[in-house]
Structures are given as structure tokens and as C-alpha cells.
């Protein structure tokens, strides 16, 4: 699987949008991109994915480049319960069963 | 939306004891399902990938002898910490795929085991 590259932490005002980037330059053309928060001690949390074209959701907006290197993760109206750690995960999913591999994301501070 | 149960959410044993955890998926079956390790302020490690009906694969310098995987069904898999020692204390999740589903992996709410 191709390897991501995320800031190790941000911080974000509460209401405000928080825009999470992802570089996945070695990404191959049948991965996907997936977004998932974990907040502290609970499982991960699915967000969001896309292949190549821009997706939204009632969580957040997954916006991919055109040469799909990088990605970005936006939540449009940052809450207090949107503090948590985000994956930026790159997995063939195409068919059947896939791994996830998780690095080290980003750690996101919802500041009131 | 699918949902994985992992059970216990909390463990305290003691050494030389050992220790089983449950994750079921709910509302779908998951021929595959994955079991993670994560340390204190750590990412989440893959430990294991539990198939149905045939034998777990381990990930390199996972120990298969201590922590046995069983998948006997579509929704059950379980984790069984052999001989516990204080350095397997950490927080294990367990996730399902829904082949088909439009939410990629669903997690459990993981187990925070503490060996003392």
C-alpha cells in the first residue's frame, strides 16, 4: 500500500472549517483514498472515501488533486467533538478483502 | 450503518492467565476481519487478519502462538491472549469489512486490557 504523509497536529478554531491535508504521492490508480478519526480510547471512525473525483458526505468533503498525490479532508464547521486523531489511509479496495495501514496522523485540536 | 460489538471493553488479569475478546458484526457478515494493537500515544498496529473458516494470518513478529484468532462464523471472531504478561497491557480493536458496503471498514469500540 502507498504511504501517507500528514502533520503531526493542528488546531482549529470551533465553527471555523478545518482543512486536514494528506500527501500520497506513490498512490496507485486502483487505490482509494480513506479519511478515519479516532477519538481518544474509542475505535476508529470511518469518514470518508474517494477515488478520484471530490466526495461530501454528511461528516466532511474529501477533495482529491487531479495528479491524486494529495488530498484534502475538510470539515466544514469544526465542533469540540470533532477533536480527535485523523487517518489518512491509501488501500486497494477494489476487490474483495483490503488492509489498512495506519501511520501516525493527524492529531486535531478543536479550540473553543 | 454496520455495526461492530467488541467485548469486553475493559480487562484487568493477572499474569499467566489468559484472556478472550469477542467482536461480532452485528447487521452484516464479514468473511474478513482484522485485529489491531495500539500502544499509549501510538498508531494503530495490525496484528492479524481472521479469515472464516480457515486459519488467521499473522503479521510478521506476531506471536500466533499467544494470541490465538478463532473466526468460526460469519459475524464472530475472537482474540484469546495466552499467557498474559504486563507488556501485552494495551488497547486491541477489532474491525469487519461489509463486501459491498459503502462505509469501508466498521471498528469495534476496542478493549483496554491491563495485565498486572
Known amino acids: 500500500d502507498a504511504k501517507t504523509t500528514q502533520p503531526p497536529s493542528m488546531d482549529c478554531a470551533e465553527g471555523r472549517a478545518a482543512n486536514l491535508p494528506c500527501n500520497h504521492s506513490?498512490?496507485?490508480?486502483?487505490?482509494?483514498v480513506y479519511w478515519y478519526r479516532q477519538i481518544h480510547s474509542q475505535g476508529p471512525q470511518y469518514i470518508i472515501h474517494?477515488?478520484?473525483n471530490n466526495e461530501t458526505n454528511e461528516m466532511a468533503s474529501l477533495i482529491i488533486t487531479e495528479d491524486r498525490k494529495s488530498s484534502t479532508l475538510i470539515l466544514p464547521h469544526a465542533t469540540l467533538r470533532d477533536t480527535a486523531v485523523y487517518y489518512c489511509?491509501?488501500?486497494?479496495?477494489?476487490?474483495?478483502?483490503?488492509?489498512?495501514?495506519f501511520g501516525k496522523g493527524t492529531k486535531l485540536s478543536v479550540i473553543p | 450503518g454496520a455495526v461492530v460489538s467488541q467485548h469486553p471493553s475493559r480487562v484487568i488479569c493477572k499474569s499467566g492467565t489468559s484472556v478472550k475478546i469477542e467482536c461480532r458484526s452485528l447487521?452484516?457478515?464479514?468473511?474478513?476481519m482484522f485485529w489491531y494493537r495500539q500502544f499509549p500515544k501510538q498508531s494503530l498496529m495490525l496484528m492479524a487478519t481472521?479469515?472464516?473458516?480457515?486459519?488467521?494470518?499473522?503479521e510478521q513478529g506476531v506471536e500466533k502462538d499467544k494470541f490465538l484468532i478463532n473466526h468460526a462464523s460469519l459475524t464472530l471472531s475472537t482474540l484469546t491472549v495466552t499467557s498474559a504478561h504486563p507488556e501485552d497491557s494495551s488497547f486491541y480493536i477489532c474491525?469487519?469489512?461489509?463486501?459491498?458496503?459503502?462505509?469501508?471498514?466498521?471498528f469495534g469500540s476496542g478493549t483496554r486490557l491491563t495485565v498486572v
Open positions: 489511509i491509501v488501500s486497494n479496495s477494489g476487490a474483495g478483502s483490503y488492509q489498512l495501514t
Open positions: 506513490t498512490i496507485s490508480g486502483n487505490e482509494y
Open positions: 481472521s479469515n472464516e473458516g480457515s486459519k488467521a494470518t499473522y
Open positions: 474491525s469487519a469489512l461489509e463486501l459491498g458496503g459503502a462505509s469501508g471498514y466498521t
Open positions: 447487521d452484516f457478515q464479514a468473511t474478513t
Open positions: 474517494g477515488l478520484k
